[in-house]
């Protein structure tokens, strides 16, 4: 079952073309890698999909939804998250204060029945305090919750950041570098947390990623770009003996 669709995407910074033509189609379930080199728009089809770009072409459709006009608030409300290359954590503010706020688009409550803090409001603060909580548990960051983001080593904001994104509670969970910058045992745990979220909790995942040997190992699927082009998609073990693949990473042909 196709998830979302993606048909002739094109982005163009003036007389900069970041994306041209992109066509792919991502199936409930799939675990799917964008790579390329340095500036081939990996970022910009995420920004594109979660609408902090607007494309000028092409059409994005999520769930019988058209997205690619649709501001970013209401394309998560549809049940989008990511998390981003750079850290977007609130960094004075506590991990368990981090993973609370990415649940308020979940709220239904009043400002009376806020501020009474009774019934629907107290109720609603239970049941997200357990969403929390559950994440919490899943990421194995429970002596950290206290803690303000800041103090923490970028391994463990990188994790939170994935709660925070988790915490939407997303069906469709697209990932920017989630290990750029990690040192070895801090990528293992983070590969195993993405691929539990695949497998265990059943979101479906796109990750943009440059460890190679990563990507191959846990991807389902492969879409490759070089200079705003999709030149390759298939299983990795396909893309990593196509001969464009060879050529855009190391500059000679198979």
Known sequence: ?????????????????????????????DLIAVIGPNGAGKTCLLNCITGFYRAQQGVIDFEEHEI??????????????????????????????????????????????SLAFYGRARNQEVAHRRVVEEIIDFLEIQSITKKLVHALPYGLQKRVELGRALALEPSLLLLDEPMAGMNIEEKEDIVRFIVETNEVKGITTILVEHDLPVVMDISSRICVLDFGIKIAEGSPEEVSKDPQVIKAYFGESA
């Open 1 to 29: 079952m196709i998830q979302l669709s993606i048909r002739d995407l094109g982005l163009h910074f003036g007389g900069l073309t970041a994306l041209n033509e992109i066509t792919l189609d991502i199936n409930k379930g």
């Open 68 to 113: 690619g006009r649709l501001p970013p608030h209401r394309i998560s409300r549809l049940g989008i998250g990511r998390t981003f290359q750079n850290l977007e954590l609130f960094r004075d503010t506590t991990v368990l204060e981090n993973l609370l706020l990415a649940r308020h688009m979940h709220f239904s409550y009043g400002l009376f029945s």
